[in-house]
């Protein structure tokens, strides 16, 4: 199976009432943890690649290292742009292989993100890619954006036929609660998300894909096994994983993680290093940190994501 796109992907979750996990990657014990995970349980997969990783990895070794987990595995792989920028970024994946971009316009004002989404899907659909569109605007980090509570903003409802309409989009992001990062949730603070607007999304676009970001569960287990191996991570709540499930049952069909394979790696090369301080060889930590990433994609899959045997 090649690399493929996420319009079959989709088509099947949204008749199928689950979700395909699309997960950050940045190195090849990343990729391997999260394919060798959905191998075992027949999951198709999105793997999503921001500016920041191909700023640290480059371009092409993140596209040779999912080509190669695509050979390994055999699973259809989707490979995307996360949070691009502008139409350069976008450009330059689409060019560069990828077969599905994001083009996150939701910083700006309703028009301009019409129009700079507009141009990246004239782009993209000449190339045969797919594109992700963005409105409403989520709390917390990416990259070197950090947004602030106060400047995070819900979707509205009433903006969304209108934006797809006029831009062509194959998928779109929307704001109901999520936000990116470990501390979605301050310390205390109940986990909520707006249902109601998901819900009214999903009427005024039926059979369209939603996508949510910000949808790390940030379990418990690894922020423990982090903190009791020399870590000094707060208090850090996520997204429960009954409210994923539900977002999946419904117009939701890719869900976004990424803070939750990073407590993952770092729980794994946390404890290896401390149960074996003397220990200098990167395989042997690097390893530990594979086998909790996919640990958690496997259980995220069959438990959450519910795409299990979908490939
Ligand atoms: O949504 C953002 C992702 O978690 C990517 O994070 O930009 O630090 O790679 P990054
Ligand atoms: P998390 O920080 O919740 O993993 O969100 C990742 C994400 O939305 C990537 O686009
Ligand atoms: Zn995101």
Known sequence: MPIVTSVEMFQKAYAGGYAIGAFNVN??????????????????LILQVSAGARKYAKHVYLMKLIEAAEADTGLPICVHLDHGENFEICKSCIDGGFTSVMIDGSKHSFEDNVRITREV?????????????????????????????????????????????????????I???????????????????????????????????????????????????INSHGGQMPDAIGIPEDMLRQAARMAVCKINIDSDLRLGMTAGVRQALTAAPEV???RAYLKEGRAYVKEIVKNKIVNVLGSDGKA
Request: glycine share 10%; net charge negative; proline share 6%.
């Open 175 to 225: 704001a109901i609660g999520t936000s990116h990062g470990a501390y979605k949730f301050k310390p205390g603070q109940k986990p909520q998300l707006r249902f109601d607007i998901l819900e009214e999304v999903g009427k005024r676009l039926p059979g369209f894909p939603i996508v949510l970001h910000g949808a790390s569960s940030v379990l418990p287990k690894y922020v423990d096994i």
């Open 121 to 173: 899907v004239d782009y993209a659909h000449d190339h045969g890619v797919v594109v992700e569109g963005e409105l409403g605007r989520l709390a917390g980090i990416e990259d070197d954006v950090n947004v602030s509570d106060e400047d995070s903003s819900y979707t509205r409802p009433d903006e969304v036929e209108e934006f797809v309409a006029r831009t062509g989009v194959d998928s779109l992001a």
């Open 280 to 282: 200098f060889d990167p």
């Open 27 to 44: 190195n090849m014990e990343i990729i391997q943890g999260i394919t060798e995970a959905a191998a075992e349980v027949s999951a198709p």
